[in-house]
């Protein structure tokens, strides 16, 4: 069992920047990825940031240039950092981690952007 918990949500003004983090614990080893997605009411969620292999990095077009994904091995830490926020950016952000055949979700971080 992996257990996520994330953190760093808040209410910003459009503009500015947010640095989500999600720290995994539990049955860390063999951990495949971690990745964020978000969803905002009314909506699907929607993947925003993701680690393609080697080093790589996927993001969707809304937030390619303003999003970055990062982790920290040694502290089993997976970072969002969110700049030029826009308000439709406001969402429920959710930290992903594929173990094997399970996929495992954290409780989720409000962000909300004003205009």
């Known amino acids: 069992q992996v257990h996520l918990v994330e953190s760093g949500g808040g209410l910003v003004q459009a503009g500015e920047s947010l640095k989500l983090s999600c720290v995994a614990s539990g049955s860390i080893i063999s951990i495949v990825t971690m990745d964020w997605y978000r969803q905002a009411p009314g909506k699907q969620r929607e993947v925003v940031a993701s680690f393609t292999g080697g080093g790589s990095t996927s993001y969707p077009n809304s937030v390619k240039g303003r999003f970055i994904i990062s982790r920290d091995n040694a502290k089993n830490t997976v970072y969002l950092q969110m700049n030029s926020l826009k308000p439709e950016d406001t969402a429920v952000y959710y930290c992903?981690?594929?173990?094997?055949?399970?996929?495992?979700w954290g409780q989720g971080t409000q962000v909300t952007v004003s205009s």
């Open positions: 992903r981690a594929i173990q094997g055949w399970n996929v495992y």
